[in-house]
C-alpha cells in the first residue's frame, strides 16, 4: 500500500481521537465530584455540535496532512527506485549492466547455499562486429546490439538472467539449468540470431553469434569461477570458427 493511503488512515484514525482526548481531559478536572456516565450525558446534551465538529474537522485535517506527507514519501521512494534501476542497466539495450549481472550472481549464489541445484552461464559474443561497425557505421552496430538483446530475451527460458557484459559480449545467468539444458538455450539464441536478418538501407546483413557455456552443479560460494569457465568455452567456439556452441 503506497505510504499516502497509509498515513491518511493512519491521520484519519488520531484525528478521530481527538474529541475523546478532549472529553477525557475535562473529565478529569470534576472526576471528583461526578461520575463518568453523568459527564458525558451532560457534555453530550450541551455540546454535542462541538464534539461533532472537532470529530470530523480534526480526522479530515489530519487525514489530509497524513496524505501529502505520505505522498511525499512515495515520490522520493519511487525516485529511488528509478535511480536503482538506472544505475544496473545497460541504456542502450536496456538489459542489466555489469553492476546489475554481479549482484544477480551474488543474489543466486546467496540462494544456492541451502540446495545443490545446477546453475550455467551463457558468455556470448558477436561474430565480427568490429568489421560490423566499420562497414556500415556505429548506429547500425547500436541497432545490431539491441536486436541482439531482443533476441536474448525472447529465447531464454523465464527466470534466466540476462546482461550485457560489456561491448559486444552478453552473460545470461540460468539457475537450476543442468549442462544439456543450458546447450539447448544457448543453442536457441545461436540459431535465433543466424536466421534474423538486419537490414541496413533495405540491404539484408546477417549477424552471427559464438557462445560459451560453463555448468555448475555442486554447492560454491564463488561465481567468477564459473564465468571464468563460460568465457574459455566462448573462446574456443570462436577459434574453432565461430557461429557455434561450445559447452565446458
Not at 57 to 84: C, E, P
Request: a positive charge; charged letters at 25%.
Amino acid at each position: 500500500m503506497k505510504k499516502s493511503i497509509t498515513f491518511a488512515l493512519l491521520g484519519f484514525g488520531l484525528g478521530s481521537c481527538a474529541p475523546l482526548g478532549a472529553f477525557l481531559l475535562l473529565w478529569r478536572q470534576v472526576q471528583f465530584t461526578s461520575a463518568l456516565n453523568d459527564f458525558f450525558t451532560l457534555e453530550w446534551n450541551q455540546y454535542h455540535f462541538f464534539y461533532e465538529y472537532m470529530l470530523v474537522g480534526t480526522s479530515v485535517v489530519f487525514a489530509f496532512f497524513g496524505y501529502f506527507l505520505g505522498n511525499d514519501v512515495d515520490k522520493i521512494q519511487s525516485k529511488n527506485r528509478r535511480l536503482l534501476v538506472e544505475s544496473q542497466t545497460d541504456p542502450l539495450t536496456g538489459l542489466g549492466n555489469h553492476r546489475y549481472l554481479h549482484e544477480a550472481f551474488h543474489h543466486q549464489y546467496q540462494k544456492r547455499k541451502s540446495d545443490s541445484e545446477p546453475i550455467s552461464c551463457l558468455m556470448m559474443d558477436l561474430d565480427f562486429f568490429k568489421k560490423v561497425n566499420d562497414t556500415f557505421g556505429h548506429p547500425f552496430g547500436d541497432e545490431v546490439l539491441r536486436v541482439f538483446a531482443h533476441v536474448i530475451k525472447k529465447t531464454i527460458r523465464p527466470g534466466d538472467i540476462a546482461a550485457r557484459y560489456g561491448g559486444e559480449e552478453f552473460v545470461c545467468i540460468l539457475p537450476n539449468c543442468n549442462k544439456g539444458e543450458a546447450i539447448k538455450v544457448a543453442e536457441r539464441v545461436r540459431e535465433t540470431m543466424e536466421n534474423h536478418t538486419i537490414s541496413f538501407k533495405k540491404t539484408p546483413v546477417k549477424i552471427t553469434v559464438s557462445v560459451g557455456a560453463a555448468t555448475e552443479a555442486g554447492i560454491s560460494a564463488n561465481y567468477h569461477e564459473l564465468v571464468r569457465l563460460a568465457d574459455k568455452a566462448l573462446y574456443q567456439a570462436k577459434e574453432s570458427g565461430r557461429n557455434k556452441v561450445v559447452s565446458i
